[in-house]
């Protein structure tokens, strides 16, 4: 426990010594609110030789009045000073804290004006304020495809004030915490005014877009603005990927599809092929008459076979029963002598 009471002091202080010097940094700034307001991309603008960065500007008619709140330094006494396009002082306040202060004088000439906090002798902050010249409204496609192109389209009509410059151009700024792209758009033969933009440099995210009319005279280092839109949005969305469509749906990688006239196929009939099974032909001898030989040398003659007698495929063949003691048995051993004298015959 005694260990613990000797660590809690010097953590205490540590803390202390943080704490402070971040409340004492936070405590020095300046910073202006103005009612209306629209946000803007993040620009480096010049005032008195000094750089500020804006984002945000007050566009408004003649008639209107500008709700103005301030956040200061502690004990930090200054000046609110309403300033014209040449930086003459329109309307002050001198003032102590932070304090709600209302500028309801408009001078009715358009052009760029200036609300200041001056502490010290220096300008500490700059809200810049627009009195509109021109009725601008600008249009865009919700969604783009990165990659695409995008139009803006801009219509601008003059209102019946004074302006502290003449017309110049009409130009667009695409953003949101810092400017992405700006460019000058060209008049169309109806009057409106259109760019086209590529978005191959857009990161895939929603984009804020206004477009402003410019006169030809600076002021605090910049074209003078004579009138501004409310800014829109779209968004760049991821390209979708393509799939090719299958030109020969069902048939081989590679192959090119054929535009000739298909023939029907006939499937090949497969022959079938008969097996004739010939009859071995049976040799059916017929009992010759037996010859008167003339001389010693054996005659013989051809024996002609009946076509009757032919054996036909799947026909029975009745096989005759000869009796050794008939007649028929010694008409066939003489054939059978014949035919061997006849063997011996053609060997010589």
Not at 74 to 79: E, L
Not at 300 to 307: A, E, F, H, K, R
Not at 311 to 319: C, G, R, W
């Amino acid at each position: 426990m005694s260990s613990l009471r000797s660590i809690v002091p010097p953590l205490l202080l540590a803390l202390m010594l943080v704490v402070i010097p971040i409340t004492g940094l936070a405590a020095t700034e300046y910073g202006i609110t103005a009612d209306p307001s629209m946000d803007t991309p993040s620009e480096t603008t010049t005032y008195e030789g000094t750089e500020y960065t804006v984002s945000s500007i007050t566009p408004i008619t003649s008639d209107e009045a500008i709700s103005v709140q301030t956040s200061v330094p502690d004990g930090a006494s200054y000046d609110i000073i309403f300033r014209g396009p040449e930086n003459q002082i329109i309307s002050s306040k001198r003032s102590a804290g932070d304090v709600s202060y209302t500028i309801d004088y408009i001078p009715e000439v358009a052009g760029t004006y200036a609300i200041t906090i001056q502490s010290e002798g220096t300008a500490q902050t700059v809200q810049p304020v627009i009195v509109q010249g021109y009725d601008i409204a600008v249009s865009a496609p919700e969604t783009v495809e990165q990659g695409e192109s995008i139009t803006i389209e801009a219509s601008a009509s003059e209102r019946s004030i004074e302006k502290h410059s003449s017309f110049d151009r009409v130009e667009f700024v695409i953003g949101n915490e810092d400017i992405a792209v700006r460019e000058q758009m060209s008049q169309a033969d109806d009057g409106t005014y259109t760019a086209t933009v590529s978005t191959d440099d857009l990161e895939t995210q929603s984009y804020n877009v206004y477009a402003a009319v410019r006169g030809e005279k600076e002021v605090r280092k910049r074209d003078e603005i004579l009138g501004v839109s409310e800014s829109t949005s779209f968004e760049v969305t991821t390209a979708a990927t393509e799939t090719p469509a299958d030109s020969n749906p069902g048939g081989s990688t590679g192959s090119e599809p054929d535009n000739s006239t298909a023939t029907p196929t006939t499937p090949a009939t497969t022959p079938t092929v008969t097996s004739t099974i010939e009859a071995t032909p049976t040799l059916t001898m017929t009992p010759a008459p037996t010859a008167t030989p003339t001389d010693n040398t054996p005659s013989t003659s051809p024996t002609t076979t009946d076509n009757s007698s032919v054996i036909e495929p799947s026909t029975a063949t009745q096989t005759a029963t000869t009796d050794a003691d008939g007649p028929g048995f010694s008409a066939l051993l003489a054939s059978m002598a014949i035919v061997g004298a006849f063997a011996i015959f053609r060997r010589r």
